[in-house]
Every structure is written in structure tokens, then in C-alpha cells.
Antibody, heavy 119, light 110 residues
Framework: EVQLVESGGGLIQPRGSLRLSCAASGFTVSSNYMSWVRQAPGKGLEWVSVIYSGGRTYYADSVKGRFTISRDNSKNTLSLQMNSLRAEDTAVYYC?????????????WGQGTMVTVSS | QSALTQPASVSGSPGQSITISCTGTSSDLGGYNYVSWYQQHPGKAPKLMIYDVSHRPSGVSYRFSGSKSGNTASLTISGLQAEDEADYYCSSYTSSSTVIFGGGTKVTVL
């Protein structure tokens, strides 16, 4: 079965760090565009970051310099290292796959993991 | 970069057709045919409904169609059904090699 399963969310204090993971099954992470998309409570979707099949990475301005996307090809997983967390980073974080011909067509989504930044 | 502009809400009666607009700029939506639409029910992950402006993934109802003119894309839902009540988001590739979403539109079936 083709699926994504996120983990690693939780309650973290401002300025803290957290690492999210996303385990893929049924397809190869390194052969696709893989993104993180977040959704603050009651708000819309916000794209966070992408890693290309070739390894290039891009970030939304709101997280640039604080978040790092990466993947482990041997484990077929995607990760998001989040540092210097702020209250406005509170959201459900989804990992999403886009096929290698369209990085904007997120055809597989995980169930999401909640990150709450609060003291 | 600001989000793509969508109406906050659209409503229609069962069987009717509704259209949701999504407006961007020449640096994103207007400059590329990489426009997607997503449906999201409460508490659920988004679902891809349209990609590359007008293509439907396998399994998505023919009642959903997409188009684009200039800097504005549109999603039309024909033969509106109760199950179509959800939030809808557009997204586009940008000239910065990133992705931008619209603010979302709540569709209500009257």
C-alpha cells in the first residue's frame, strides 16, 4: 500500500528544536519530490519545504534558516529538523509526495503530526 | 510571498454548478501550468483533485474540472453533492522553485 506516516510532533517550548519524520511505503522517496506542508489550527495550508530527487532543497521564507529538510534513502524516510521554533510554527505538519514530473501535484499525503510551540 | 487569492466561501444547492477562483501573479500561477486543487474535509488530510490546471487524477469524479486564464485559475464543481462540502485550496509552482497555496475556500451545499 502506498502511504506516508509522520511522527515526532509534540509540545515544545519557544526557541526549542524538534525533528519530524515521515516513513514512506509503496514507493521510493528519493525518486519523487517530497515536501512538508503545514496547517495552523483553523487556518489554511502553507507549503514549508521540498527536496528534489536530485537532492536540491527549497524553503518558504517563513522557515528559511531555521528548518532543514532531508531524507534517508536506506530507510525510505523524509525528515524535517526544526530549530528556533516560534509560536507561529504551531501547526499540523504533513509530508506529501509529488511525482517527479510535477512538484506541485501532491498526490499522497500523510495523516499529519501536530506541533505545538508554547511555554 | 503572499498566498494566492481565493474567495472565503462559495455555496450552491444540490445539482447546481459552482466555480472557485484562484488569483496569483505572473511569477506563479500566471507563469506556469502547474496549478493544483485540493479538497480537505474537517480533520482529514488534503486530497488532490486537479493537477496541471485541468487534469484529474484517477478516481476523482468527472464533476470536478479546472481551467486557467492569465493569472486566474478556476475549479468548477458540477452537479453539486452533499459530499462536496469541504474546504478547497489551489496551489501553484513559483518562479522561486517553491510552491504557494491559496487561502482556501469553504464550499457549502445548501
Amino acid at each position: 500500500e502506498v502511504q506516508l506516516v509522520e511522527s515526532g510532533g509534540g509540545l515544545i517550548q519557544p526557541r526549542g528544536s524538534l525533528r519530524l519524520s515521515c516513513a514512506a511505503s509503496g514507493f521510493t522517496v528519493s525518486s519523487n519530490y517530497m515536501s512538508w506542508v503545514r496547517q495552523a489550527p483553523g487556518k489554511g495550508l502553507e507549503w514549508v519545504s521540498v527536496i528534489y530527487s536530485g537532492g536540491r532543497t527549497y524553503y518558504a521564507d517563513s522557515v528559511k534558516g531555521r528548518f532543514t529538510i532531508s531524507r534517508d534513502n536506506s530507510k525510505n524516510t523524509l525528515s524535517l529538523q526544526m530549530n528556533s521554533l516560534r509560536a507561529e510554527d504551531t501547526a499540523v505538519y504533513y509530508c506529501a509526495r509529488a511525482p517527479d514530473w510535477d512538484l506541485n501535484a501532491f498526490d499522497i499525503w500523510g495523516q499529519g503530526t501536530m506541533v505545538t510551540v508554547s511555554s | 510571498q503572499s498566498a494566492l487569492t481565493q474567495p472565503a466561501s462559495v455555496s450552491g444547492s444540490p445539482g447546481q454548478s459552482i466555480t472557485i477562483s484562484c488569483t496569483g501573479t505572473s511569477s506563479d500561477l500566471g507563469g506556469y501550468n502547474y496549478v493544483s486543487w485540493y479538497q480537505q474535509h474537517p480533520g482529514k488530510a488534503p486530497k488532490l483533485m486537479i493537477y496541471d490546471v485541468s487534469h484529474r487524477p484517477s478516481g476523482v469524479s468527472y464533476r470536478f474540472s479546472g481551467s486557467k486564464s492569465g493569472n486566474t485559475a478556476s475549479l468548477t464543481i458540477s452537479g453539486l453533492q452533499a459530499e462536496d462540502e469541504a474546504d478547497y485550496y489551489c496551489s501553484s509552482y513559483t518562479s522561486s522553485s517553491t510552491v504557494i497555496f491559496g487561502g482556501g475556500t469553504k464550499v457549502t451545499v445548501l
